[in-house]
């Protein structure tokens, strides 16, 4: 008997969909309520390392991901000069192991509808447009009111509503969610045929220009600057600007800036961070994903750590006979320390490239290695 019949999550993204995936493969029944009216995930393109393969693997999506993704194993390092000259090329740690890819990219809005529709056929109960109100818990369960007027009560409700939380504010633990300095420029748009792998370009006027395949044909194409507010700015002006800034950045970007014409097609979001101290869940009410945890993208290892915590809890929910603080310890036992390892090391990436020097990147990604290669 799995410690729960019922549960709410709150959030379809990454962490929410999977977790209300294998809950659901286990006879759980699962209700999730979305604040948006439809899964549209922002963002153009998202690399997905080996950990996170693992999790696709078990929730058996992993051939779809491929199918509509690329795969990829290097890092390939260009200089800011006019031939955009390859100066190393850096093998991906197979984070997964041998028997997976080390690296896939995809579009984000793809992995989104993998994810829901593997939710969907699992008997995940969607219900879009709505959010909770108010929870209530005792020991036994949570009741909880919803935004449209109607209340349930659940045995355990999981908040994977991302960075600004609104389950973690009802639950009143305050987080503070800094920027960590820097603003990242995406843009989904074709792919030049020789670009097989991750090609970055470091230094220049901005901190670096990515590019970062998500199929046979098209990739995402990034430019990380200093944070600024760009929140006044048209669609039309940031797409001038991102254009500007992309013009001293040369190989692959020349073969495509001109196809970079849609405004609605570019992202700029800040890159911020924060880590809610153990323990995650306040009685049966537990917050996974970027609820908890955030930090720049700098590993590609944001998404990768909310599969992971929804694995791990949805394991724990359906092995274990009861809801109790044993459980809870397991779950911290298992997601904190590993995660910390991760967020330390992505910021001390981004700090390394805000202060323009050149830090010991391979001992930081193998001290990331040695935590994340092992399964979760
Ligand atoms: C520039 C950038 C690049 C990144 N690149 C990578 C990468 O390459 N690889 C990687 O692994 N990670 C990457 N990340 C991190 C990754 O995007 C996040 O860690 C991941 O998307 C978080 O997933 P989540 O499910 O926790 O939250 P989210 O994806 O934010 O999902 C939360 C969901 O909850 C919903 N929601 C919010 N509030 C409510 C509410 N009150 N009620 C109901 N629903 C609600 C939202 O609409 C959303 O659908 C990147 C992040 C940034 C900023």
Redesign the pocket.
Known sequence: MPAVNNVLV???????TTAAALLADAGVAVDL????SE?S?L?SG????GN?LRVLRQLGVLDECLELGQPFSQLVIRLPDPAATIVARVDDIPFGGPDLPSTVGMYRPDLARVLVSRAERAGVRFRYS???DSLTQDDDGVDVHFSDGSTARYDVVVG????????RRLLEIPLETKSVGMG?F?MFGPKPADVTEFHAIFGGPSYMALVCPTSATTAYWSLVEPARDRTTQTPEERLADFLELSRPYHGPWDEVRDSFTDPAALNY?W?EHHLLDAPWNRGRVVL????VH?CP?TI???????FEDAAVLAELLTDREQVDEELWATFTARRFDRVKTVVDASMQMAQWNLDHVQGDVPGVTRRVAAAVSQPA
């Open positions: 709150v959030g379809a993204g990454a962490a929410g309520v979305e604040m948006k899964v995930a963002g998202i690399t997905l390392q996170a709505k959010t909770i994977a509503d991302g960075l600004r939380s609104w389950t990242a995406r979001t890159f996974i994903g970027d609820a955030t993208p590609a290892q944001g998404a990768a750590m909310g």
